[in-house]
Nanobody, 123 residues
Framework: QVQLVESGGGSVQAGGSLRLSCTAS????????MGWFRQATGKEREFVSA????????YYADSVKGRFTISRDNAKNTVYLQMNSLQPEDTAVYYC????????????????WGQGTQVTVSS
């Protein structure tokens, strides 16, 4: 069992930056690929980014490529999402998720989810 706790959300103006963190309980963090998803009001939860077990491979949705950076620190059981050049369309609840060995883009590939952290970007 893995418990995930996100932090770092908040309200920023367009063009600003935020860094989300997600800390996992347990000793097996390095065995999980990690992902970030987001869900805007009235929309389905969508893939944002994912990172492999060691951090050697990263993946991004086209909508955030070049603006967001995912990273992980296995010694701290933490995955990060650095978000730059934020736009109002990035407003959503952001969820981190832990999956299997592959850093997938679909929700079904992830077994554990955090409670989410709200990100609001104003124009």
């Amino acid at each position: 069992q893995v418990q995930l706790v996100e932090s770092g959300g908040g309200s920023v103006q367009a063009g600003g930056s935020l860094r989300l963190s997600c800390t996992a309980s347990g000793r097996t963090f390095s065995r999980y690929a990690m992902g970030w998803f987001r869900q805007a009001t009235g929309k389905e939860r969508e893939f944002v980014s994912a990172i492999s077990l060691t951090g050697g491979s990263t993946y991004y949705a086209d909508s955030v490529k070049g603006r967001f950076t995912i990273s992980r620190d296995n010694a701290k059981n933490t995955v990060y999402l650095q978000m730059n050049s934020l736009q109002p369309e990035d407003t959503a609840v952001y969820y981190c998720a832990a999956g299997g060995m592959l850093a997938g883009r679909t929700r079904s590939e992830y077994n554990y989810w955090g409670q989410g952290t709200q990100v609001t970007v104003s124009s």
